[in-house]
């Protein structure tokens, strides 16, 4: 509940006229209790986990072109029926283990952390500079927390194993793993924010990008005109898709957004030897062609 009564409070208290924003966020949250408005990220979670995967799951169960010719493993299909069931098993995790620890968490991050929900709203350029960080912080760290789960045995067979049942993953399957892996890997998406405190628009942009970008990593599909290709060092489908291809055996592409992490520590070498034979076929067939 924001600490002022009227506009004109707010405004007195922060020395200057609100934005547009800023009176947006007073009327909504002015006089809702702190918890109440942090909960919205369990519905902000919800949101983007229901709806921004089905766009890719319409054009691979109509098979729509030119968009189906971009299938990474166009060998592999899957049903209706299991696309389904990979959410249904998705929302029982999202309710039983996300949706609760969003929840107990609000006396961590608002509390001792100290995400804000005050006026004023931040900057773009504090939200743009705080979201680079949490994105490199995340990268790191998950690189090295998911590159564990490989290399050890024990971790990959009873933890891991689970989010590799989708060797041509899909949108909804982005989020589909064993309980203690969403903990796990909870750690690197939560670390960014708890060194560097943001407002809480901020966080919930950051929830959402990561979920979308988690998303779009997994979807299967590689389409050449994306606009994440602007993005310097991102993996994408391509980079990822690879890891769930070569599967349990798999010691490449642990990154989860970005490529260097790959490259600096040498796991991409088999995405880039395949990369590289792919490349030779290709040219190789244009040459009987012409």
């Known amino acids: ?25 007073f009327n909504y949250t ?16 919800f949101c983007v986990y229901s709806l921004s995967p089905l766009p890719v799951v319409l054009i691979e169960l ?35 283990i996300v949706g609760p620890l969003q929840f107990i968490s609000y006396p961590l991050f608002i509390k001792f952390v100290g995400i804000r929900m005050e006026l004023p709203l931040p ?35 009873n933890i891991h194993r689970v989010h590799h049942e989708y060797e041509a993953p899909i949108g909804y399957a982005a989020p589909y793993a064993h309980w203690v892996e969403i903990l796990l ?14 407002h809480l628009i901020t966080f919930w942009l950051w929830i959402a990008l990561r979920q979308l970008e988690a998303i779009d990593t997994h979807k299967g599909y590689e389409f050449p005109w994306a606009i994440t290709k602007l993005i310097p060092f991102y993996g994408g489908a391509d ?38 034979m792919q490349k030779k076929l290709k040219e190789g067939s244009y040459k009987k062609s012409d």
Request: aromatic letters at 18%.
């Open 30 to 45: 002015g006089k809702m209790p702190d918890l109440m408005v942090y909960c919205h990220t369990i519905a902000l979670l």
């Open 62 to 96: 109509k098979r729509l072109n030119p968009f189906d010719s971009h299938k990474i493993q166009p060998k592999v299909r899957l049903s209706f029926k299991e696309m389904f069931r990979c959410y249904k098993d998705v929302m029982f995790l999202f309710f039983c």
């Open 123 to 157: 900057s773009v350029w504090e939200v743009v500079a705080q979201l680079v960080v949490y994105f490199l912080i995340e990268d790191y760290t998950n690189y090295w927390l998911h590159r564990f789960l490989h290399v050890n045995r024990w971790g990959y067979e």
């Open 1 to 25: 509940m924001l600490p002022y009564a009227t506009l004109s409070e707010a405004e007195v208290a922060i020395g200057r006229n609100l934005t547009a924003a800023e009176t947006l966020w």
């Open 185 to 198: 890997l909870g750690v690197p998406t939560f670390l960014g924010p708890a060194i560097v405190p943001c």
């Open 239 to 276: 980079h990822h898709d690879y890891h769930h291809y070569v599967g349990g055996q798999s010691h490449s592409n642990f990154a989860s957004v970005f490529t260097y992490c790959d490259f600096i520590y040498g796991t991409d070498k088999g995405y880039r030897y395949q990369k590289k």
